[in-house]
């Protein structure tokens, strides 16, 4: 296993100096799903939510929270996202939301990825749960990431 790159030879936490490492182009996709009454999910598909449209605002939400990562994270460095792309999925039950997040940069966009996530489920339930307080957001993921140092990575299937 790796050493904690979060904390320095005295064990104190510090933001990793990413400063004399390379560019690349950097790519993280992670997922999530949120649990709910069958009813609650066809309103949310077919927009008859009076509240509006919750994919819609969950969508905004998601996006706006992984430019936030490092406001909301203590050790994240900020960066200047090129691409945010948020997207519902619905099933029996259950909508999941995959967030893919792009850079060019010196460190990885995971946690923007697993952010927006979580902050676009946590919006439906949000906007949901008059109607449904009994939801349950779960099986929050990383799915893959590419580029840096490390290169790529899948989560086994």
């Not at 949310?44 to 509006?52: R, V």
């Not at 969950?58 to 945010?84: F, Q």
Request: charge should be neutral.
């Amino acid at each position: 296993m790796s050493k904690l790159t979060h904390f320095n030879k005295k064990g104190e936490a510090h933001m990793v100096d990413v400063g004399a490492k390379a560019e690349t182009q950097r790519v993280a996709i992670a997922s999530g799903r949120i649990s709910m009454e069958q009813a609650t999910l066809e309103k949310i598909l077919a927009g008859e939510h009076f509240k509006g449209d919750v994919l819609g605002v969950a969508r905004v939400a998601a996006i706006m929270a992984s430019k936030r990562t490092a406001d909301l994270i203590p050790l994240c460095h900020p960066l200047a996202l090129s691409a945010v792309d948020i997207d519902f999925t619905p099933d029996d039950g259950v909508m999941i939301c995959t967030a893919t997040v792009k850079t060019r940069g010196q460190t990885g966009v995971e946690m923007e990825a697993l952010l927006a996530v979580e902050v676009g489920l946590l919006t439906i339930y949000d906007m949901c749960k008059s109607i449904d307080r009994g939801m349950i957001i779960n099986d929050i993921k990383l799915l893959e990431k590419r580029g840096g140092k490390s290169g790529e990575w899948k989560r086994p299937e």
